[in-house]
């Protein structure tokens, strides 16, 4: 008998209306917050690279985290440019 019967129970409280304003992504907005975060994401990404970052640069890095005396350093002398400069001066007083 319910599945010959014709009413339903549904009802329309209330009609549907079309919108006033056209919707739209916030664009400004978005590109605000995506250059925000971004900016803080590398910035934060920066840091703990470099926190965790180990190597040993300078004695004072070995005294620092090993805290042990440091005997000698191996220094690197300059650039290349600064080389060459030095191997071609003019003043050099004798050729060896």
Excluded at 13 to 27: E, F, G, H, W, Y
Excluded at 46 to 51: V, Y
């Amino acid at each position: 008998m319910e599945a010959q019967s014709t009413q339903t129970d549904i009802a329309v409280l209330n009609p549907a209306v079309a919108p006033t304003q056209a919707s739209k992504p916030r664009v400004r907005f978005n590109i605000l917050l995506a250059v925000f975060f971004g900016t803080l994401l590398g910035v934060g990404l920066g840091f703990l690279i470099e926190l965790l970052d180990r190597r040993v640069r300078s004695g004072q890095d070995i005294v620092a985290g090993l805290e042990i005396p440091v005997l000698a350093e191996v220094l690197k002398n300059g650039s290349l440019l600064e080389t060459l400069r030095r191997l071609f001066r003019r003043n050099r007083t004798s050729m060896a």
